[in-house]
Every structure is written in C-alpha cells, then in structure tokens.
C-alpha cells in the first residue's frame, strides 16, 4: 500500500464520514482486500480505520454541541450509534465529558484532528534484509484459532499467552524430539487473515522433512497435532533482534513502513512465519519470513 492510497483512503473516510462505512468499504475505495487495508493502515497509522472514524465522529460531535444546538439524540442518530445511549457512553469515554458538560462553555474535550499523511526526511537507517525462495513446506504444529481483530491490537497477548500455554502442558518438546540434533529449530506459523473468515490459524511447529521421525509425527497427528503446508513463495527474510517479543511488531512495521514502499514488493496471501533457532545468535530473538511478491506481478 503506497503513502498515496493511504491518503486516499482518509480522504474517503472524511468525504463519508456521517454515513454508514466500516473499514471495508475504505478498502474497496483503494482497491485492497479488507485485510491487507486493514493491517497496512494499522502499522502505519497506529490506528485501525474504524478507530480513526469513530475519533473523527465524536470529535466532530463535540465541535456541533459547542457551536449548535444539535441534540444529543440526533447527534447518536447523526454520527453512526444506534441509540443515544450508546452514543452517550462513546462519547463520555474518549472525551471524559458528557454531551450535557459538553454544550457548556469551559468544557474539556479532545480534539482528533484529520490525518495527513506527510513524507519526512530523517536520518538514514539500515533495514537488513534478504530474499529466500522456499519451494512446499510441511509442518507438524499445534495449532488454534485467533479472531482477526487482535492482529494489529498491542495490548493483546493472546499469541504469546498460547506459547506459554503449549510449554507449560510439555506440547512443544516432543515435537523438538522428533527432528535430528541441531535442527530443531521451532516456527511460529501464521494464516492470512482473509475478509470471508472471523478468524486466523497460528501455529507452533516444526519442519518435517528426511531429518524428521515421521512414525512420531504420525502419533502427534493422532493426538491432536496438526499437519500445515505451505505453497512454494518467495520470502522477504528479515532477522528481529531483541530481548522479547515487540521487535516482531516493529519489524513488521518497518516492512509497511519502509520496505513495501521502497522496494515495490508486496505481501502475498501465503503463510507467514518466525523461525526461533535451536542455536540462533545472540541477540537474535527469530527471523520473520514474510511471503512476497512485486507490486507489479498479478
């Protein structure tokens, strides 16, 4: 997604901003499916579109309260609630007023302005990187189901929580059991999010190939594992360093922010995946693949 259909989408987004849109609409707008929308403007912004339209809305509210005498039911009707109840506590949360303390003088309310997406010149920085293409790949993992929304939340622990979950009730060590000694490397496995499902698969497996004990893998499968594979892709490999997990996501940041842009590749609807090596270096948390193509290959 370039920095102009981000802007485009915003200026869509204030064009329509009293009718009835959701991000998906805004999508369709810029010619992108309503995940890939929806997970670019995220890490650009900061924010999803339908966190920037409901801000725009009650700040919009706000300003109508102090200089009209819209009331506070036509303004829930006006501005997308379903009541002015639910209007009413919308607004009280991202103001910290009431619409009543918001139409008197001395009010104190937030001002959300519109976004403008700006290009700015800063220090020069280095985003390592490397092309690697994969031909299919099969994986044993245990697996579980996600809802899409949580994708771009930061104060979502849900994936880390199911990697804890899985060390605690000793899932992932047999799975390590079953390769050879030294390449029991683990991957963090992950389904696109697509516009017709509520819900993304995310995976912790490991790769199974000739060094794999395949009569073990057979069992896993039996007892709840899962088999996963992958299509051949080319992948844009890009090594998280850190102490935790949060370089991921600002590593996945950096590929919206600087790489899609400067590079003209694009994310594919293929599986992405970290590898968190059996023997990584230090300072090395995992590599994240991300699968891509060029913007201008169908």
């Known amino acids: ?39 670019t403007f995220s890490f650009v912004t900061g924010m999803t579109a339908n966190e920037y339209i409901r801000s725009r809305r ?4 706000a300003q109508e309260f102090q200089t009209t005498g819209l009331s506070v039911t036509d303004a829930a009707y006006k501005y997308g609630y379903e009541s002015p109840e639910s ?66 939340d930061d104060n979502d622990h849900s994936v880390p929580d199911f ?4 060390y605690e009730k ?16 683990l991957y963090g496995l992950c389904t696109p999010t697509r516009d017709s499902e509520t819900h993304f698969q995310y995976g912790i497996g490991v790769l199974v190939d000739e060094d794999t004990d395949m009569a073990g893998v057979q069992r896993m499968v039996e007892n709840g594992y899962r088999m996963w594979k992958t299509e051949p892709v080319d992948y844009a490999v890009f090594r998280c360093m850190g102490a935790d997990g949060d370089c991921i996501g600002e590593t996945w940041s950096k590929f919206f922010k600087e790489f899609v842009p400067q590079t003209g590749y694009v ?8 590898i968190y090596f059996e023997n990584g270096e230090s300072g090395l948390f995992c590599e994240l693949w991300i699968p891509v193509r060029r913007a201008d290959r169908s």
Not at 12 to 27: G, L, N, P, S, W
Not at 131 to 151: C, S
Not at 267 to 274: C, H, K, P, S, V
């Open 1 to 39: 997604m370039s920095i102009q259909r981000i802007q485009q989408a915003i200026n869509y987004m204030e064009e329509h901003i009293c009718e009835d849109i959701h991000y998906t609409d805004v999508a369709k707008h810029v010619h992108m499916s309503g995940y890939d929308f929806h997970r």
């Open 58 to 61: 009650l700040t919009l509210a």
């Open 87 to 152: 209007f009413s506590k919308a607004f009280s949360r991202f103001h910290g007023s009431t619409p009543r303390q918001a139409k008197q003088k001395g009010a104190k309310l937030h001002l959300f302005n519109p976004l403008v997406i700006k290009i700015i010149l800063e220090g020069g920085s280095i985003m390592d990187y490397r092309m690697e293409h994969r031909e299919q790949q099969q994986f044993i993992a245990m697996v579980r189901a996600f809802p899409n929304e949580i994708i771009n």
């Open 163 to 166: 990697w804890t979950e899985c």
């Open 170 to 185: 000793n899932l992932i060590e047999p799975m390590k059991q079953l390769r050879a000694a030294g390449k029991r490397d």
């Open 267 to 274: 994310q594919t609807d293929d599986t992405d995946y970290e």
